[in-house]
């Protein structure tokens, strides 16, 4: 009998994955709190795999796991849930750390506590351990910029001066986080591989780049940045670029992420490893409100001169490691995926 644990599984990548993992295992388990930001009437979602066992509680909560791991001991945790707000992260940053921080270290404590030791935990993690990232100057310098003050930014120095950004891989960037989103979630990249090489648990770290598609929230106002371009183009509104609409995003269908998520759960040579997971193309944020506008006849995108600390300037992701060492690579185009995450949105919301 294999048995799948997901945290935050009842969320926008958990649903995909757990009908994807449907026949790979013999029982999944979610614990889920239903968190009112995401899930707007905190029912069981539609898209959940009707094979999985739903808690509705919170992973904080160390007696929501000692009653799940009295009944269940997972061979594989896919650990999902957090707080994943990058802006709203800087105002509520002990709500981030105490799901993201916390809310791993009491799954921790809880595995060891009830003697529910897994083989494997796989941590989606994000492209925001990078920060800003590399850059190499004009003069072919690579170095770290660091973080935009807000000096900077009020003053539009939107990029960093003579230097061209460099996209981000494990093998090259070395994390720095510019958020405290991205802070958490680099530190439950630490507590997942501290804790698994010392109770000799297999684990993959996936650090994934915006992941977007039908199924995404769309109420969560802090992310999904997609979903929220598509709301304005279908009311005939011009959308908003911050900035000067020409950061870079590295957009990844979600079921290429679920299919990398799976891959690395049932491949051995993926343990003990951190991969990038993204399309490997840098769209720029116009590319994206062009593309939107255009499908839904709306006013061409204005640039409106905003910006919102914690942001960084450009993020994409190198996949060439991961390409060669997983059985993996992402199928859906830019193109097809807005396509796709329109025609859904359009059915959520009508015409
Ligand atoms: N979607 C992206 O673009 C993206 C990019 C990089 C990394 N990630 C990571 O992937 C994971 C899943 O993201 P998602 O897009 O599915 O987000 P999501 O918000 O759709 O899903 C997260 C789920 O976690 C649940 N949750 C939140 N706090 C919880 C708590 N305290 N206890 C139990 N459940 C809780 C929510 O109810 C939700 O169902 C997160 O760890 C996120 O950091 C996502």
Known sequence: MKTCLITGGAGFIGCEVSTLIEDAFDNIIVIDNLHP???????????????????????????????????????????????????????????????????????????????AIPSKIVLSSSRAVYGEGKWISNEKNSFYP??????????????????????????????????????????????????CNAYGVNFTILRLQNVYGPGQSLINSYTGIVSLFVRLAKQKQSIPLYEDGMMLRDFVFITDVAHAIYEVMINENANGKVFDIGSGYGATIKE??????NRYEAPFPEVCGKYRNGDVRHAQADISDTLENLNWSPKVSLGEGMNLLCDWIDNQLGE
């Open 37 to 115: 930001q995401i899930h707007k009437l905190r029912q069981r979602p539609a898209q959940l795999s009707p094979k999985v066992n739903l808690f509705v509680a919170d992973v904080t909560d160390p007696v929501t796991w000692d009653e799940v791991l009295s009944k269940w001991k997972p061979d594989l945790i896919l650990h999902l849930a957090a707080e994943t707000g990058t802006g709203q992260s800087l105002t509520e940053s002990s709500r981030h750390a105490n799901v993201n921080v916390v809310g791993t270290t009491q799954m921790l404590d809880a595995l060891v506590r009830n003697n």
């Open 288 to 293: 994206v409100a062009e593309l939107v506008a």
């Open 146 to 195: 660091g973080q935009r003050t807000n000096k900077q930014l009020a003053h539009g120095e939107w990029d960093f001066k003579d230097s061209a950004f460099l996209p981000m891989n494990k093998n090259h960037t070395i994390p720095m986080p510019t958020s405290i989103y991205g802070a958490t979630k680099l530190a439950q990249e630490h507590l997942v591989t501290c804790w």
